[in-house]
């Protein structure tokens, strides 16, 4: 018997500007798509904004269920598990790890998320979307079979990840300040 774990995939849609125009031009419940291999907690990992208070810079990032990443917006959020191999959690933790100390090396694909939107993937050395990152992980450690080039997977596209179950779902609404 194969032994398992769980990875969570974290999907939400912010009321960034990015993630409006991204909603407006798509119609997609979820615009932004994050990995994590330590349960709701957290941390997740993805690609965007390095200041909440500006879309660039932007790259590798930590994020957390609470919000704190969400700039201070309504946004709907939904946590999912994925069980993948031990093998294959521990290619992806071992990629994040990696990927983590040495983040200041990589950068947000601006031009693969707009050819995303028109079905052309562009992949670019250590330039990532966010669910072109996740879709990567997922994809180089056997966890997952996307249907799909890397590139071309919207954060939406998860949805319908074969073995992805909803666990948690709401509106995270910021406190007042």
């Given at each position: 018997?194969?032994?398992?774990?769980?990875?969570?995939i974290?999907?939400?849609?912010?009321g960034?500007?990015?993630?409006?125009?991204?909603?407006l031009?798509?119609?997609?419940?979820?615009?932004?798509a994050?990995?994590?291999?330590?349960?709701?907690?957290?941390?997740?990992?993805?690609f965007g904004?390095?200041?909440?208070?500006f879309a660039l810079?932007?790259?590798?990032?930590?994020?957390r269920?609470?919000?704190s990443?969400?700039?201070?917006?309504?946004?709907?959020?939904?946590?999912?598990?994925?069980?993948?191999?031990?093998?294959?959690y521990n290619?992806?933790?071992?990629q994040?790890?990696s990927?983590y100390?040495?983040?200041e090396?990589?950068?947000?694909?601006?031009?693969?998320?707009l050819?995303?939107?028109?079905?052309?993937?562009?992949?670019?050395?250590?330039h990532?979307f966010?669910?072109?990152?996740?879709?990567?992980?997922l994809?180089?450690?056997?966890a997952?079979?996307?249907?799909?080039?890397?590139d071309?997977?919207?954060?939406v596209?998860?949805c319908?990840?074969r073995g992805?179950?909803?666990?948690?779902?709401?509106?995270?609404?910021?406190s007042?300040?």
């Amino acid at each position: 018997m194969t032994q398992t774990k769980t990875v969570y995939i974290l999907l939400t849609r912010s009321g960034t500007w990015f993630s409006r125009l991204i909603h407006l031009a798509t119609d997609d419940c979820y615009t932004h798509a994050s990995i994590g291999l330590d349960g709701p907690a957290g941390p997740f990992y993805s690609f965007g904004r390095l200041d909440p208070r500006f879309a660039l810079p932007a790259g590798l990032v930590q994020e957390r269920l609470d919000g704190s990443p969400m700039g201070g917006r309504e946004t709907p959020w939904c946590l999912c598990e994925l069980e993948v191999s031990s093998q294959a959690y521990n290619h992806l933790k071992q990629q994040l790890s990696s990927m983590y100390a040495r983040w200041e090396q990589y950068h947000y694909n601006l031009l693969g998320a707009l050819s995303c939107y028109f079905h052309q993937p562009l992949r670019r050395e250590h330039h990532y979307f966010c669910s072109q990152f996740v879709a990567s992980l997922l994809e180089e450690s056997g966890a997952a079979e996307l249907g799909k080039c890397p590139d071309l997977v919207r954060p939406v596209d998860f949805c319908s990840l074969r073995g992805l179950r909803s666990v948690r779902q709401g509106v995270f609404v910021p406190s007042p300040a």
